[in-house]
């Protein structure tokens, strides 16, 4: 069964633009969750979907957001972005929502911005 | 809130030497607590999990014991090897709808 795959794996973009970034999860997920990692601040939790809804919000500004499709698949965005948005953005699929289940990560999407 | 401390790294062993990665947390109820690996250019795998005290989670020679009395769950392993070397995240989860929480990751390298 395929992973959790992420895309694109890296990026380039410039302050002031927005990124989308996308993740498919493992057949037969149907929950996603999102990531930042930075050097600083550590593994950070952006935001949980579940059967397309959000169900948890981490605290990230208004600029970070994000949507499921009913395929599971999901994007998140960032607009406006700034310097400190570089980061590791990595997605997390698991059969279900709720704390009994697995979360199985993907690569990651490279994010840098200057 | 939830909240996971791990000791600073970089950790630097050789190869067959004993291993032990401190990682405490502070958290209300009955978190489940896991060790997550990440290797270069890799996202995070898990490693092993406890789900209530007293449990032990181990996987590949890795082992961790959920210690509700000093709210612990130090990562050991017996004998490393270089293909251990990678970066080590202790995480809880607590009950119901809670994202989890990581610590700030340790980095090891073993070195023949």
């Known amino acids: 069964k395929a992973g959790v795959t992420q895309t694109p794996r890296y990026l380039i973009k410039t302050r002031g633009q927005q990124v989308t970034l996308s993740c498919s999860p493992i057949?037969?997920?149907?929950?996603v969750s999102w990531y930042q990692q930075t050097p600083g601040q550590g593994l950070q939790f952006l935001f949980e979907?579940?059967?397309?809804?959000?169900?948890n919000k981490g605290n990230f500004p208004g600029r970070f957001s994000g949507r499921q499709f009913s395929n599971s698949r999901s994007e998140m965005n960032v607009s406006t972005l700034e310097l400190g948005d570089s980061a590791l953005y990595l997605c997390?699929?698991?059969?279900?929502?709720?704390?009994?289940?697995?979360?199985?990560f993907g690569p990651g999407t490279r994010l840098t911005v200057t | 809130g939830d909240s996971v401390t791990q000791m600073e790294g970089p950790v630097t062993l050789s190869e067959e030497a004993f291993l032990t990665i401190n990682c405490t947390y502070t958290?209300?109820?009955?978190?489940?607590l896991f060790w997550y690996v990440q290797y270069p250019g890799e996202g995070l795998q898990l490693l092993l999990k406890?789900?209530?005290?007293?449990d032990k989670g181990s996987n590949k020679g890795f082992e961790a014991t959920y210690r509700k009395e000093t709210t612990s769950f130090h990562l050991e392993k017996g004998s490393v090897q270089v293909s251990d070397s990678a970066v080590y995240f202790c995480?809880?989860?607590?009950?119901?709808?809670?994202?989890?929480?990581f610590g700030k990751g340790t980095r090891l390298s073993v070195i023949a």
């Open positions: 997390a699929s698991s059969l279900l929502a709720g704390d009994s289940y697995e979360q199985y």
């Open positions: 958290a209300t109820g009955y978190p489940s």
């Open positions: 979907y579940f059967s397309e809804t959000q169900r």
């Open positions: 995480a809880l989860r607590g009950s119901g709808n809670t994202p989890l929480v």
């Open positions: 406890a789900t209530k005290a007293d």
């Open positions: 057949s037969g997920h149907r929950s």
